[in-house]
């Protein structure tokens, strides 16, 4: 997840998991795919952070439940962005230029896992600005880019058959749906 726009698009995909049906190797996955999120590489040349969780649970040690309670946590921010969520386990340290990397500062936030995920995707989301749709045609949260309308090009080409559809029964009356 080298870019701010992939990790969003990994935490709508998350944000959509039906968690409690995932199969063991799939939870394994999101547990490597989270785990990955944190990487601080990539963190520190995008936004100049270092994620540093300590205290309760590592990413890896994330279990379904863990991943419910952050789900339900993402839910509640895209549903009302503005409203105040407390990161309470978080402490932040800075790093002047040239002692680790040659940036003009590092920030440490150092916390729960949590608290940091929650943070990064504040940060993830005052960068990208996204805008955040569902889909007309099943309904599933997807990121807008560009102009687009649907999620996909399985949903954009069945409204398009749709559209289709309706529009040779108004102009053709003999014209059934079974075509």
């Not at 995008?46 to 439940?65: D, H, T």
């Not at 895209?78 to 402490?91: A, F, I, T, Y």
């Amino acid at each position: 997840m080298e870019s701010p726009a992939k990790r969003l698009d990994w935490i709508v995909e998350f944000i959509q998991m039906d968690l409690p049906n995932l199969r063991r190797g799939d939870l394994l996955n999101l547990k490597d795919e989270f785990e990955e999120f944190f990487s601080p590489d990539s963190l520190i040349r995008i936004i100049g952070i270092r994620p540093v969780p300590l205290a309760q649970l590592m990413p890896n040690q994330f279990e379904e439940s863990d991943f419910k309670a952050l789900q339900k946590d993402l839910k509640s921010i895209l549903k009302d962005p503005g409203k105040q969520k407390k990161l309470s386990s978080l402490s932040f340290s800075m790093i002047p230029k040239g002692q680790i990397i040659d940036r003009p500062t590092l920030v440490h936030a150092i916390g729960s896992t949590r608290d940091i995920f929650l943070l990064l995707f504040y940060f993830l989301l005052a960068i990208e600005n996204p805008d955040f749709e569902h889909c007309p045609e099943c309904g599933r949260l997807f990121l807008v880019r560009r102009r687009k309308k649907y999620c996909g090009r399985r949903c954009a080409n069945l409204a398009s058959v749709k559209r289709w559809n309706k529009k040779q029964q108004k102009t053709n009356p003999d014209f059934s749906k079974d075509h």
